[in-house]
């Protein structure tokens, strides 16, 4: 696909439509060791939007790292590895179990940069989830590709993660926790079960903790904080949390925003996350 423009892809939109069945949202409350206490007509905890709208490629149409190829919906890009590196949420009125809902994605940016370790491109989707006709909230979703690591390239050294935390929780990863999310997202990326598949191709010391799962944690401190979801949510991938290491998350309020981050085992800082409240 060398010669296929990927700027092309710019503007590409497609639509879903589903119904936000309860028993997703029940097996999310097992996969994060809770009660099953939600019920239809409940409100949808922030980010667990991510357990609906699911696609189901062929077999023979996925990547060597478990995703669909590119060149469909996402642009053709030829770099080889793909990760989540953030997002920004809007939310402007509560989803509720048991009813329809449709999602709007959107091409919205594509950007060619050169980085530390390489090429690497970032794509930014916009979603845009509504409940009938009235916009429940938006989403940025920023995707980046980049290259495989050389065998012999030095590892990045992380940031520090802040040392001022009001609120701390430790959360201890599982192959089990990691398998069940990637089960209900059906997210068939390799790194997250496929051992030697993360550390022999991709240079991951271990399994890989998802980017958002870590940024769901993040926003349901900040909802268990404030006693309401947000406003307004955005997260930033820095490093990989792994699962064969306990990590923390943390924050602290500064009035009406409640800054968030997640810690890794070694003090790195792995993500860091805003929520703000009206």
């Known amino acids: 696909m060398s010669d296929v423009n990927v700027m092309d892809w710019l503007g590409r939109s497609e639509t879903f439509d589903d119904t936000l069945r309860l028993q997703p949202a029940s097996f999310m409350e097992a996969t994060l060791d809770r009660d099953a206490v939600l019920r239809h007509g409940d409100q949808l905890p922030p980010l667990w939007h991510w357990l ?88 940025e979703q920023d995707i980046v590709y980049r290259e495989d690591p050389a065998a012999d390239a030095p590892k990045p050294e992380p940031k520090r993660a802040p040392d001022d935390a009001e609120i701390v929780e430790t959360v201890s990863p599982t192959q089990v926790m990691l398998y069940r999310y990637s089960a209900l997202t059906f997210n068939g990326h390799r790194i997250h079960y496929d051992v030697d598949y993360a550390r022999d191709v991709e240079g991951y010391e271990d399994l890989v903790f998802h980017g958002p799962l870590t940024a769901t944690l993040l926003v349901d401190l900040a909802t268990r904080t404030y006693g309401r979801q947000p406003d307004q949510f955005s997260f930033k991938g820095l490093a990989p949390i792994t699962s064969n290491h306990d990590f923390r998350i943390e924050g602290r309020r500064e009035g009406k925003v409640m ?20």
């Open 259 to 278: 800054k968030l981050w997640a810690r890794r085992h070694d003090g790195a800082l792995a993500m860091q996350a805003e929520a703000v409240f009206s």
């Open 52 to 139: 609906y709208f699911l696609e189901a490629k062929p077999a023979s149409l996925l990547g060597r790292d478990g995703h669909p190829k590119k060149g469909g919906f996402l642009p053709p890009v030829e770099l080889p590895r793909r990760m989540w590196a953030g997002g920004r949420f809007n939310f402007h009125a509560p989803l509720r179990l048991g009813e329809p809902v449709r999602k709007v994605s959107t091409i919205s940016n594509i950007a060619h940069k050169e980085g530390r370790t390489g090429a690497l491109c970032f794509v930014t989707v916009l979603h845009e989830i509504f409940s009938g006709d009235q916009l429940a909230f938006s989403e």
